[in-house]
Nanobody, 124 residues
Framework: QVQLVESGGGLVQAGGSLRLSCVAS????????MGWFRQGPGKEREFVAA????????YYTDSVKGRFTISRDNAKNTVYLQMNSLKPEDTAVYYC?????????????????WGQGTQVTVSS
């Protein structure tokens, strides 16, 4: 049974930082791409960042480039999202997803496994 568990969300002031973590279990972590998605109030879920199985390539939506960094530790079955210079518009529930897309990029809609989400709230 595949399970993804996110943590690290919270309330932070604009300009602050948070680090999200997502621990995966149930299948070989290093065989799968990982991604972060978010859903803000009244909005559809959107792609934030993704990383290939090896960590060799990363992808970001334009609004977070230069502020967010996705990384993974295959020994710990964990993917991270370091979020710096947070803005109120980053407020959302953040989800991690795992999958094997034919092509990984900013248009990825997510894989076949999803976490339950962690709330990030950025106050102005």
């Amino acid at each position: 049974q595949v399970q993804l568990v996110e943590s690290g969300g919270g309330l932070v002031q604009a300009g602050g930082s948070l680090r999200l973590s997502c621990v995966a279990s149930g299948r070989t972590f290093s065989s799968y791409a990982m991604g972060w998605f978010r859903q803000g109030p009244g909005k559809e879920r959107e792609f934030v960042a993704a990383i290939t199985w090896s960590g060799g390539s990363t992808y970001y939506t334009d609004s977070v480039k230069g502020r967010f960094t996705i990384s993974r530790d295959n020994a710990k079955n964990t993917v991270y999202l370091q979020m710096n210079s947070l803005k109120p518009e980053d407020t959302a529930v953040y989800y991690c997803s795992q999958g094997r897309p034919l092509v990984l990029g900013r248009s990825w809609k997510g894989g076949d496994a999803w976490g339950q989400g962690t709330q990030v709230t950025v106050s102005s």
